[in-house]
């Protein structure tokens, strides 16, 4: 009788403005309302209930930085026998496309996996030597393939209503399992004989090793607002097969949305982000059969910066800002997109300049959940 009661009141403010103004978001009451896509957590379906999230992401990284200074890249050009590199990069696009498939099992235990696809392109510009020798200004990198898959719990620890909670939180915990490439090669380099070579560290596909996310995740809510605050850390604990480790990774996210109606939302993020440096070195490097200045001679010159270990790692924080919209009952589509506020690049490394983000969310009751209904009908309400 209560659900019913609360559903007449919702129906009526939504179809009436002047009766009430509330909504209970666009995402589910039962997981507290909105929250953003492109953040890991977000988009928890109703109990006993599918849901299916699409994600085109694209990063675009490029100008040189180390720490928080600009770096000139043809100051770091020149012979490697002066302690100067054979090329740097110029640029890099990433795009990733994450399909992410989940159930929630009760009111406060949900499990997904998230499948991640990846495409890495990097322009280099090579010294005048190179130039002279292979006849170009330089040459782009290429990967592609599958990255690594996301395993992902999330248990409700608390929440203050157990119909359509105003405040919550959340345990999430999960790893990353290594289905992503760390052997990817060198398909597109001007010297045949450097074709088939290793690709540096940032143009790998995967971690290579298993990795525990954990997180902590804070929402609340006073409708028409959503807020929160979501802690997570991904753990690189041991060395992956070609003898490195990335480095952890904690992410700080903080938003605040606005429901403008009941099939349209608003929102703002700060998203912070530290990442260590890489511990140790890739054997290839090592043994000299890949990224040194002379292929095959392990006591050469690393023949550009993407092999240094040390030129990885750094904090940002990112300002975001997007919209959620329901074009049908229960499905979402969001668009996000992010510039960094501040950088410190444990460098130099490329900068990220922005990340843009779609989503296309989709939640499907099965018959043991709440809201199945034999013959679907037309709602106001949201999800």
Known sequence: MKRFLLFLMISAGILY????????????????GNMPMNILGGGI?????????????????????????????????????KGKDMAVPLNMDMT?????????????FFAGLMFMRRNNDMDMRFNSKMK?????????????????????????LFY??????????????GVSIPTGSIDSKNSSHPLAMRQGEQLP??????????????????QQSASPY??????????????????????????????????IRYDFLVQVQLNGKYWGDI??????????????????????????????PDNYGGSKVRGTVGFQWQPIPLNILEFTIGMPLFQYLNGPQLKEKFTAWLTYYIEIPTKASRRYLKRPRKSNLGF
């Open 279 to 308: 511990t140790g070195e890739m054997d290839e490097a090592v043994t000299g059969a890949s990224g040194r200045s002379t292929q095959g001679d392990p006591t050469s010159r690393l023949m550009t910066l993407l092999w240094n």
């Open 96 to 108: 990733m496309i994450n399909l992410a498939v989940g159930y929630s099992f009760t009111d406060d």
């Open 132 to 156: 002279t020798l292979t006849g170009e200004q330089g040459y782009t990198m290429h990967s592609e393939g599958m990255g690594d898959t996301m395993l992902m719990t999330k248990y409700r």
């Open 226 to 259: 959503w807020w929160g605050a979501d802690l997570t850390y991904t753990g690189r604990w041991y060395d992956n097969d070609r003898d490195y480790r990335l480095g952890d990774e904690a992410k700080l996210d903080l938003y605040m949305m606005y429901q």
């Open 17 to 32: 403005p002047a009766v009430a103004s509330a909504y209970v978001g666009l995402c589910c009451g039962k997981c507290g």
């Open 201 to 218: 560290y940032s143009m790998q596909l995967g971690s290579g090793t298993f990795d525990p996310i954990l997180g902590i995740l804070y």
């Open 45 to 81: 379906p109703e109990t006993k209930e599918y849901r299916f999230k699409l994600s085109p992401m694209f990063m675009r990284m490029e100008d040189l930085a180390n720490g928080t200074s600009d770096v000139d890249p043809d100051s770091l050009l020149g012979m490697p026998a």
């Open 160 to 173: 203050d209503d157990p119909l359509i909670p105003q405040k919550q939180v959340s345990l999430l915990l």
